[in-house]
């Protein structure tokens, strides 16, 4: 009986390479945060005290719905470095690019674009 020779991990080459991508994404989703908590910032001091009441209104509803959106994008930003730290953790363990439902290896493709994935494609496409 043939035993197929299969990759349990990747090399170390490899996880350097990988290690590269998501600090060059956490350095970069960082700034991002940064930006979104700055415009936040700005709009807690955007002063529209000088306007006409039915504007300021308007105003006080847009500046309502401004906080929302971005205290939503700067909480999907945080968990969004959060898994990428993670992911560096994984990196350190050697276990970084096996999918926690199969074991297998996922594709270089998927975590070029998705570092953070814990998942295959294959795995990914079951849960549907």
Known sequence: MEQENLQIRYSDADLAEFREI???KIEK???DLELIKSAYMNDLNNGTDDTSPTF????????????????ALAIRQEKFIRDLKNALVRIENKTYGVCRVTGKLI???RLKVVPHATMSMEAKLQQR
């Open 22 to 24: 998501i600090v060059k």
């Open 56 to 71: 300021k209104a308007f105003e006080e509803g847009s500046e309502t719905m401004s906080k929302e959106a971005n205290s």
């Open 107 to 109: 594709e270089k493709e």
């Open 29 to 31: 989703a960082q700034a």
